[in-house]
């Protein structure tokens, strides 16, 4: 498959920062036996991943400008053009050596995002998309799995802990998905569930409380891969609410109408 220019900036970057956390990786695996634990060293990798990313990207096209997940927001002199990167996204896994984690990286292009990387360097998987140019897994194309019930679908979501999101209205989503799928996944990346509905692996997600460079990329691989992608209330205003549900056609549509009910009413 032959690149576009941006893509192959895109790739580059993930693929460098991917190297490093990979090494971190296997560090943070030693540690887990320590007394001291691998939250510090895994900081470290986080922010370590961020540094490398922004390098090569502010060298690739300098001016752009950035919104990271540990760096904020960084003006550029382009204001048309801004990338939105999550360098360690699944930390938590990445924590307990679980090899599930991603680097993130989408581009925005005037409000609108026009490609998309993600890449677990565990597991070698390179996901991407350009606006008009379809969705890949390793050089792979992808679509957005064909079924059209729920009851035969798996959904992937995100669970909220501690400190985190509303988890009376996750307990209620949760309720309501549960009976009406053939399973719920939980992988811990917002970022790896869009991908893995743009593959096909599930059929439809559904979280809430997320930030843009969890969801940014995701949301064009999945419309590139023939998917649809929204808020809870079906409309586009995915970053300002940080609400996203996702799958094909007719998934998202049962999504929608699924976490749409309301709480059963106490006699």
Same mark, same amino acid.
């Given at each position: 498959m032959a690149r576009s220019a941006i893509i192959n900036v895109m790739v580059q970057a993930a693929m460098k920062a991917g190297r490093s956390l990979a090494r971190d990786f296997g560090e943070v695996q030693n540690l887990q036996v320590s007394l001291k634990g691998p939250g510090d060293y895994v900081s470290q990798a986080d922010r370590k991943a961020e540094e490398i990313i922004h390098a090569e990207l502010a060298r690739a096209r300098p001016g752009y400008s950035f919104l990271m997940e540990e760096s904020g927001t960084v003006e550029g002199d382009d204001p048309q053009h801004r990338w939105i990167v999550d360098p360690l996204d699944?930390?938590?896994?990445?924590?307990?050596?679980?090899? #599930?984690?991603?680097?993130? #990286?989408?581009?925005?292009?005037? /409000?609108?995002?026009? $490609?998309? =990387? #993600?890449?677990?360097? &565990?597991?070698?998987?390179?996901?991407?998309?350009?606006?008009?140019?379809? $969705?890949?897994?390793?050089?792979?194309? @992808?679509?957005?799995?064909? *079924?059209? *019930?729920?009851?035969?679908? =798996? =959904?992937?979501?995100?669970?909220? !802990?501690? /400190?985190?999101? !509303? !988890?009376?209205? &996750? @307990? @209620?989503? @949760? *309720?309501? =998905?549960?009976?009406?799928t053939a399973g719920i996944r939980r992988l811990g990346s917002a970022a790896l569930d869009l991908a893995y509905v743009a593959a096909g692996r599930m059929d439809g997600f559904w979280e809430d409380t997320l930030s843009p460079w969890d969801i940014a990329a995701g949301i064009i691989l999945v419309r590139e891969a023939g998917g649809f992608v929204s808020d809870k209330k079906g409309g586009d205003k995915m970053f300002d609410t940080g609400q996203i549900v996702a799958g094909n056609e007719a998934i998202h549509r049962a999504l929608l109408k699924t976490l749409a009910r309301p709480a059963p009413q106490k006699s």
């Open positions: 699944g930390t938590t896994n990445f924590l307990h050596g679980i090899p #599930i984690f991603s680097i993130s #990286i989408a581009l925005e292009r005037q /409000g609108q995002i026009v $490609a998309g =990387v #993600i890449y677990n360097p &565990a597991m070698d998987e390179l996901y991407t998309a350009e606006r008009g140019g379809g $969705a890949f897994l390793n050089d792979r194309r @992808l679509r957005v799995a064909a *079924r059209s *019930r729920l009851s035969d679908a =798996v =959904v992937g979501t995100g669970i909220p !802990h501690l /400190g985190r999101g !509303h !988890h009376g209205t &996750a @307990l @209620l989503d @949760l *309720r309501n =998905v549960m009976g009406e």
